[in-house]
């Protein structure tokens, strides 16, 4: 019996389980009024969650390379945190909101999490400023699917709108 036991052992070692397939994230945007894109980045160090700020050298930020093609591969029950950055090359403030975020396919929305930016808030900003947000996106141990496309729309607004929803920045609750 203790033979049969270090046998099954043995091969469990030498045949580890077969690791959970990845999934394809890709992260999109849809502009409505404002003109600057947001660009993905790997972050350096551990920021916090949904620090948000601006700032005048893209070297402030805590950011290290470009996710390519706004994409990245998670498995289930897997976290990535990175970077939104958004360049203000204008003399003018930009003001915007995030609506909230839709999946593509839907069937495969079932497990995910995104701490983003769609939090009932608006964002400023400056001319010739670098506004950026740390964000994370969660797949639970339990998701389903080959690829996942989140997108979120950014409408541009004036500054008395912005006033109105731009207090704080805005944490979601958790």
Known sequence: MKRLLVALLLAALACPAEAAPATKVNIAW?????????????????????????????????????????????????????????????????????????????????GFKFKCLCVNHAYTIGPKEIWYRIVEFRLSQDFIGEELTITHTLIGI?????????????????
């Not at 003001?95 to 999946?103: I, R």
């Not at 004036?158 to 958790?174: C, G, I, N, Q, Y």
């Open 158 to 174: 004036d500054k008395k709108r912005a006033a109105s929803f731009s207090a704080e920045v805005s944490l979601p609750d958790l």
């Open 30 to 110: 849809r502009y409505k009024d404002f003109v600057a894109p947001v660009m993905l980045y790997e972050v350096k160090g551990q920021p916090p969650l949904w620090h948000t700020a601006s700032v005048t050298n893209l070297a402030a930020i805590p950011i290290g390379d470009p996710i390519a093609s706004s994409s990245f591969q998670l498995v289930p029950g897997q976290r990535k945190r990175f970077a939104l950055v958004v360049q203000n090359i204008s003399d003018q403030p930009l003001y915007f909101f995030a609506a909230p975020h839709t999946a593509h396919p839907e069937e495969e929305a079932l």
